[in-house]
Structure formats: C-alpha cells, structure tokens
C-alpha cells in the first residue's frame, strides 16, 4: 500500500536554529500539507500545497515557516529559526483528486 | 500554571465489548468526515470515513454514523481487541482537498 515518507524521525535542534523536514508524498497525489501536534494536543493544520504554490494556511504557519517541492518527490517544511513552542510532531499529507488523505509517521521536533 | 498538554479524555471497555467514541463537529458545512487512530510515537491512521450524504457507513469491526442534525459523529468499534487501544480522532472538511480540522481526540483503554 502506498505511503507518505518522512525523514528524519527525529530532529533536535537549538533555538534559532533552521530545519528542514522532509517528506515524500504518495507519487500520483497532488495536494500536500503540514500538520502539527504539540505533545498532548490534537492535531493543528499548517498548510497545505498545490500546483506549486500555498492554497491555504493556519495562524500557525508565519514569516518562520516556507514550504518548497523541490523536485518532483519531496515536501520539506522549513523552519528558519526555531523556538521552544515549535517543539511538536510534524506530520506530512497527501491527497489525490477525491479524498483519501494519507499521514505519514511524523518527525519530532525538538528544540532546546 | 500554564496547561503544557491537554488531558484527553478516557474510554475504558473490557476486552470483547463494543466501544462507542463520540465527537461532536464544528461546521454545518462540512461534507466529509473521517476517523483516525494514533498510536503512540505514530501518525494518524485511517480508519473509516463518511460523506455527510449518508448517515451510516460499516467497515470491518467499525461502523460510523453520522448525525447532521446535531452535527454528530460516532465510531462504534465491535468486539473491541487490546489492540484497538490509542487515541481516536474525527475530523471534518468542507470539501475534497480541503485542510482537514480535527477534533480534541479521546484515549480508548482496553482492559483483557
């Protein structure tokens, strides 16, 4: 069964430093999103992506944070300079034409 | 002080009883309804969706049952099995490819 692949499983990184996630969607999907979720928390949109550009975004997701599709796999979310709060999982997700939202596993973030 | 995390809510059965998870939605408009399970360290994983044009949809062990009325939503989970035991999610969308908006989310225990 297809699924969306996230790297790195775990990330610690220092406040004001930047990261990457990554994430590489379901091949013939075409909408991408970053979710979130603090330790404890329900899940919060981010973003979501499609032909290239932002089709919507949360609160959450300021000045901070860029999404990129590189090539034609990968999905990174980057954050350019991390805070204690932005200490979460990050989940990746795809879509195709009709429903069928797919998450990955997630990457923890941890900010120190 | 500050609440770093929500405390979810708990459902306890005993081994081989039905489950019933219930979640109430936010918007009159949405049109697509799903259930997750999340185990611990994991992502969101599909487990039974319903489009608001129907009131009941039956998957294996799992029934969903969709109230619009009083925008209601419920996973009914059969002969419930330890490992049916995680954190269970409903979302809602307004439409296909839409952000997804997920609910606080209950614990489900299962006890042998």
């Known amino acids: 069964e297809p699924e969306v692949t996230q790297t790195p499983s775990h990330q610690v990184t220092q406040m004001g430093q930047e990261v990457i996630l990554r994430c590489v969607p379901i091949?013939?999907?075409?909408?991408f999103y970053w979710y979130r979720q603090i330790l404890g928390q329900k899940v919060e949109f981010l973003v979501s992506f499609y032909n290239n550009e932002i089709s919507e975004k949360s609160e959450i997701f300021d000045d901070q944070f860029s999404v990129e599709r590189p090539d034609g796999s990968n999905f990174t979310l980057k954050i350019r300079s991390t805070k204690l709060e932005d200490s979460a999982m990050y989940f990746c997700a795809s879509s195709g034409m009709f429903y069928g939202y797919t998450f990955g596993s997630g990457t923890r973030l941890t900010v120190v | 002080g500050e609440n770093v995390g929500l405390h979810l809510p708990t459902l306890s059965v005993q081994e081989g009883d039905n489950s019933i998870i219930n979640c109430a939605y936010s918007?009159?408009?949405?049109?697509?309804f799903i259930w997750y399970k999340q185990e611990s360290g994991k992502g969101p994983q599909f487990i039974i969706d319903i489009r608001s044009n129907m009131d009941k949809r039956q998957g294996q062990r799992v029934t969903v049952l969709l109230n619009k009325t009083v925008k209601h939503l419920s996973l009914q989970i059969a002969a419930t099995q330890p490992g049916d035991s995680a954190v269970y999610f409903c979302?809602?969308?307004?439409?296909?490819?839409?952000?997804?908006?997920f609910g606080k989310g209950i614990t489900l225990s299962v006890r042998p």
């Open positions: 918007n009159s408009a949405s049109d697509y």
């Open positions: 979302a809602e969308l307004p439409g296909a490819n839409s952000k997804l908006t």
């Open positions: 091949s013939n999907h075409l909408y």
